[in-house]
T-cell receptor, first 115, second 114 residues
C-alpha cells in the first residue's frame, strides 16, 4: 500500500519569510497525482496545489510552490512571503487514478506563523 | 454549486445513542468518502463509495454504517455511540470520470460522545 510521510509535526515561520514543508511517499507507480491541502482553524479543508507526476515542471499557485523530486519520491511545499492567514494544518496526499479509489493522506504538519 | 454539505456541524451524544451524519454533494461526483480526524492521527478513512449502491470499508469502519442510494447522498450512521467515537468527521467527494482527482471536503461535524 502507498504511504505518505510528513516528518514535521509542527513548523514555525516569521511573517514575510519563507518556509518549506516536507512530504515523502512510497509508490511503485509512474503516473499519479500529489496534492497539498490546507486546513485552517475553521476546519474547512482547501486544496492548495496539485502536481501530476508526468509533468516535470513544478506546480505553482501564487505564493505556494512545490519541489517535486520524482526519483526521490519527495514533494515539498514552499510558502513564500508567509502571512498570518497561512497558519493552518497542511496535509500532503497521493492518488493513483485507476488504482485505489481514495487518496492516501499524510498525518499533517501544523504551521505556526509569528507576527 | 453548494459543493459538499454536512449536517449537523456539532453534535453531543450519550454513550449508546445512535445518530446519522448527513452528507450531500451537488457536483455529480461518483466517489464519496467519510473520514474521521483525531489529533496527531491525520485523516482516517471510515467508509467510501464508488457509486450509488456500492460501498466499502476503509481503515476504521467498526461502529459505523453507510449506504448510498443516490449519487448525491452518503449518510454515516453511528450504531451505538462510544466515547472513542468523539472526533471530527469529514465527508468528501471526487470524480475519476470527470478527472477531478482532488477531494472536495464538507465543513466537518464535531461529535462529542459522553
Amino acid at each position: 500500500a502507498q504511504t505518505v510521510t510528513q516528518s514535521q509535526p509542527e513548523m514555525s515561520v516569521q511573517e514575510a519569510e519563507t518556509v518549506t514543508l516536507s512530504c515523502t511517499y512510497d509508490t511503485s507507480e509512474s503516473d499519479y497525482y500529489l496534492f497539498w491541502y490546507k486546513q485552517p482553524p475553521s476546519r474547512q479543508m482547501i486544496l492548495v496545489i496539485r502536481q501530476e507526476a508526468y509533468k516535470q515542471q513544478n506546480a505553482t499557485e501564487n505564493r505556494f510552490s512545490v519541489n517535486f523530486q520524482k526519483a526521490a519520491k519527495s514533494f515539498s511545499l514552499k510558502i513564500s512571503d508567509s502571512q498570518l492567514g497561512d497558519a493552518a494544518m497542511y496535509f500532503c496526499a497521493y492518488y493513483k487514478p485507476g488504482g485505489s479509489y481514495i487518496p492516501t493522506f499524510g498525518r499533517g504538519t501544523s504551521l505556526i506563523v509569528h507576527p | 454549486n453548494a459543493g459538499v454539505t454536512q449536517t449537523p456541524k456539532f453534535q453531543v451524544l450519550k454513550t449508546g445513542q445512535s445518530m446519522t451524519l448527513q452528507c450531500a454533494q451537488d457536483m455529480n461526483h461518483e466517489y464519496m468518502s467519510w473520514y474521521r480526524q483525531d489529533p496527531g492521527m491525520g485523516l482516517r478513512l471510515i467508509h467510501y463509495s464508488v457509486g450509488a449502491g456500492i460501498t466499502d470499508q476503509g481503515e476504521v469502519p467498526n461502529g459505523y454504517n453507510v449506504s448510498r442510494s443516490t449519487t448525491e447522498d452518503f449518510p454515516l450512521r453511528l450504531l451505538s455511540a462510544a466515547p472513542s467515537q468523539t472526533s471530527v468527521y469529514f465527508c468528501a467527494s471526487s470524480s475519476q470520470l470527470a478527472g477531478v482527482y482532488e477531494q472536495y471536503f464538507g465543513p466537518g461535524t464535531r461529535l462529542t460522545v459522553t
